[in-house]
T-cell receptor
Framework: RKEVEQDPGPFNVPEGATVAFNCTYS??????FFWYRQDCRKEPKLLMS???SGNEDGRFTAQLNRASQYISLLIRDSKLSDSATYLC??????????FGTGTQLKVEL | EAGVTQFPSHSVIEKGQTVTLRCDPI?????LYWYRRVMGKEIKFLLH????????ESGMPNNRFLAERTGGTYSTLKVQPAELEDSGVYFC??????????????FGPGTRLTVL
């Protein structure tokens, strides 16, 4: 079983739609949680950290449920420029990051 | 401020040859990491340097891979001899000194390695 599991998609949504991605992690010792964004043939870039209380950054909302070992990302009013692969990432301890395979999002006109 | 840079951007070699990848971290970043994405799989951790010391090399696949960071600045990752399964994208990342949830890792553009 992978340590971080994501639905690979693709999620094809119209512009303006709301879309949600989910992720589960297997190691209860995981300490920190992130969503990264990766454009085609580019490097991953940090989108946002995820906190237990939930956090929002503009159109993006991330939530963490430690009891269920579940992380989510909600994108509201999606834009064409949101098309990318969204990577769920956890850090157990130290600085090593563990990545999910990513969920591909395509926002269409 | 310049980001993490990697060289070369692409490398095509034959099985059995040697390849050396280079990473220049962001200036002042003591932490340097190597990750790899093999086609169809997730990005996986290879190793972590703190300055010139290997902090964690638990992700290195085997002894054909050798990473160095002499002087604690740039790092090289050598694959010798290369095998077909080494093909993939090798990412380097760096972060500021220390640990913690706010210690963001900044990734370089990657080196795409193809072994024929």
């Amino acid at each position: 079983r992978k340590e971080v599991e994501q639905d690979p998609g693709p999620f094809n949504v119209p512009e303006g739609a709301t879309v949600a991605f989910n992720c589960t992690y297997s190691n209860s010792a995981s300490q920190s949680f992130f969503w990264y964004r990766q454009d085609c043939r580019k490097e991953p870039k940090l989108l946002m950290s995820v906190y237990s209380s939930g956090n929002e950054d503009g159109r993006f909302t991330a939530q963490l449920n430690r009891a269920s070992q579940y992380i989510s990302l909600l994108i509201r009013d999606s834009k064409l420029s949101d098309s990318a692969t969204y990577l769920c990432v956890v850090r157990r301890g130290g600085n090593k990051l563990t990545f999910g395979t990513g969920t591909q999002l395509k926002v269409e006109l | 401020e310049a980001g993490v840079t990697q060289f070369p951007s692409h490398s095509v070699i034959e099985k059995g040859q040697t390849v050396t990848l280079r990473c220049d971290p962001i200036s002042g970043h003591d932490n340097l990491y190597w990750y790899r994405r093999v086609m169809g799989k997730e990005i996986k951790f290879l190793l972590h340097f703190v300055k010139e010391s290997k902090q964690d090399e638990s992700g290195m696949p085997n002894n054909r891979f050798l990473a160095e960071r002499t002087g604690g600045t740039y790092s090289t990752l050598k694959v010798q001899p290369a095998e077909l399964e080494d093909s993939g994208v090798y990412f380097c990342a760096s972060s500021q000194p220390g640990q913690g949830v706010n210690n963001e890792q900044f990734f370089g553009p990657g080196t795409r390695l193809t072994v024929l």
